[in-house]
């Protein structure tokens, strides 16, 4: 029930950012709708090196402002996507990526969710088990005795 409600709640709030994106790309200016979407394409994918957070669609920051300004200019250019964002990394690097490549310098990011998921796989089995408690096993000799202390220390009556 809960999750239900999440998706719910995730669904309506994605639904919401539809419009914001469509808004601010009314202001930009393409020849043709195609490249529109591929502006779409661009600055929903590329991250502003300001808010770490949000994509180039989404910001207010300044340089997120100028960097949709060039993604439209170097569009209007005639360069492909593909031109386009390896310009975007060789000015800001692998972290103006959502989908960062998988080399050396972001290894770190592919793998630290794989590495807590068996962290917490390991937490869930290390604390999750029951140790199971075994009573103390007595030899015939010792359960003698004990028994034979137990009836010395009875007072008659209290059955």
Partial sequence: MVKVALVSLFLCLASLAVPLVQADIKSYEFAEPEMAQRFVDLTTVLRCPKCQNQNLADSDSIIAKDLREQVQTLINTG???Q??????????GNFILYDPPLNKATLVLWLAPIGMVLIGLWALWFFGRKTHVQG???????????????AENRTPGRD
């Fill in 136 to 150: 103390a096993m007595l030899s015939p000799s010792e359960q003698q005795k004990l028994d034979q202390l137990l």
């Fill in 79 to 81: 360069q492909t996507n």
């Fill in 83 to 92: 031109q386009i964002t390896e310009f975007m990394v060789q000015r800001y």
